[in-house]
Structure formats: structure tokens, C-alpha cells
């Protein structure tokens, strides 16, 4: 077994900035767990801990049932594919693959055997001979993943390994990525800033913020109910509808609670109708802009005139912007005013 779990991890560097402020997280064995949050919240320091490149300030970080706090990175039986793939120039494919192996003493029967098998799935067969300079990006990537996968370790750990690959080949070697691990079914964690990436890959994700876990949880169940601001504005893209309750309009709407409280509505949850649905929202707009991207349509509208005299409560949208999905049949035009409403408010 190959559970991960942190325990009241913190992490302060020499400079005493506190990057982790007491991190816990359970990953199961074979799970897929990504850490996702925005540039500077942590999250490679956590993974480096777990790597052990960057030492434990305090609590304790276990893998397998084993604390590993004072364990050397080789000695923890994990691989770590990074960004920038970290390959060796001078060397060939194969030995780029072999090169961990070797060092370890393996026989080269054994070596040869494991490395054809992970060329195999990686599709990499015919470029052993190749050098990386000799390789496309995503062929490097897959190089990378392969030199991970031939030590068979207990757990993989991903730095943004995609980062540098066109938006094209990111969204094909994510679901390669996926695939792999499904059929190794090797426990794997997984550090990203891009929300799309994390949501597609995670069997637990992880939002950071500031050194701290906002939420921990099934993708679609965040999305479904983010428990903070935070992750209702960071998960999605375009992001979460947040309004105060207080805007008159909506107070209203809600049956007058007076309560201060941030209503979230997702874009793709109102459609253009005069009507109002029972126990929903309805909000008058004026559409500022659009965006057709081909299946959708993104309107940006602002809200009545009335409404926006409601300050902003934090995490919430500008006062009076509303960002509405429709399907890429549709437009308004600029300036029209239109009617919108939601029944599933959050
Ligand atoms: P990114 O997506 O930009 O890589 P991240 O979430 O991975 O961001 P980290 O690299 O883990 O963030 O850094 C977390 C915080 O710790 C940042 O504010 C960073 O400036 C700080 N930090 C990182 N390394 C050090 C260091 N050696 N000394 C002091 N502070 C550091």
C-alpha cells in the first residue's frame, strides 16, 4: 500500500517566510491527487517536501506507513517528472531511461526489459537511439514520464509537467497522463495552476491559497459546492457569479433575509427568459460584451442601475458585472437589455 498522507505540515524558509501553514491531506493508495491553486500558494513546496528536496519545518509527512521526514529523496521510492523535463542532452533516449537504473546497480538484462516495456507505452520504440535535442517537446515529456515510470516507485510526483507544451499537446498528454496512471494505478501527485488540468485529472483535488488547503475533495463536488469565495471564483473558467445578498433586487428574490451573505451562480446556470422561477434569481442586465468561442457564447452584462450601489463584500464581482453562458447559437448585441435568471443559486 502507497498511501500519502501529510500531517500538520508547515514549512517555513530560512528567510522565516511561512510558505505552508499546516497542511493535511490523505491520498489513497492509487489515488490521483492534484494540487491546484495560484502562482506563489505553495503548492511546489508541499510537493517538494513530499520528494524530500526541501526539508519539514514541522509535522510529519508518511508514505506507505513509513514517516519519511528524515528519509533522503532516493530512499523514499518515488519519481518526480518536472517541468522542464531535467533530461540529459549528450545522452540517448535509452540511456536517459536507463540512467536512474544504473545507478542503482540494476543488471542490464533487467534494465533493457524495463525500459522497452515503458518505450512501449509511452509509444516511444522507435527514438531509443535518438538524442532529446532530436525530439519534439512532447516527445521529451514522454521521455521524462518514462524515466519515472522504469523505476517503478511507489508514488509519482508531477511539477506542472505540461506547462511547456502547446495547448494542443497539453490536452492530449493530459489524457495520456490520465490513461497511464489508471493502468499503473500508481498512487500520484500532481502540481498545476491550471484549473482545466486539475479538474480533468483529479480523483482528490487539492485548492492552495496562501500556504493553506481551502478545500479538499471530488473535482465535480467542488465545483458543485466550493466552500470559500476562493474556490468558487478560482474553480471554472469564466469564473463564478458572486453577489451580495444584499443587493436589493436579490434580497427581495430570497424572501427579504437580511442575512449578509455572497450568492454564487455559475454561468452556465442562467438562461435569457422574462420569467422568474420560483425560489431563483432573476436580474435585468445590459450586455457590455461578448465572446463567441463556437459551442458557447459568454455575455458580460452589467446590472441595473439600482443595484449597484451595493459594495463589494470580498471575493465578489465588481458590482454590477454578471457573466452569463448561452449556447454559441446565440448572440445579443452590445448594449441590449436583457433578462436573466437562474433557479440553481448557491
Ligand atoms: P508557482 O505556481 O508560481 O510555482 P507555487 O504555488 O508552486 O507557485 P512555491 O514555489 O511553493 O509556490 O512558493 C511558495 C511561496 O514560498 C512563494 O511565496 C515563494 O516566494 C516562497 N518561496 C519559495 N522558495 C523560497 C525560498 N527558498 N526562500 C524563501 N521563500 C521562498
Redesign the pocket.
Known sequence: MANVTLRDVRKA?P?G?E?IKGVDVDVADGQFCVLV?P???????LLRMVAGLETITSGEIDIGGRVVNQVEPADRDIAMVFQNYALYPHMSVFNNMAYGLRNRGMKEAEIKTRVEEAARILELGTMLTRKPGQLSGGQRQRVAMGRAIVRQPKVFLFDEPLSNLDAKLRIAMRVEIRKLQRRLNTTSIY?T?DQLEAMTLADVLVVMNGGQVEQVGNPLAIYEKPATTFVASFIGAPPMNLMSTRADEIRSQLGGADDAGILGIRPEDFVITDQTPTGGVALALTVEAIERVGAETFVYGSRAHDEQRVAATPGELPPGEVIVRIPGTEAPAIGQRIRVAAVRAK
Request: one cysteine or more.
Open positions: 524558509y528567510n517566510f510558505a491553486g502562482s506563489g500558494c505553495g503548492k511546489s513546496t502540481v495552476h
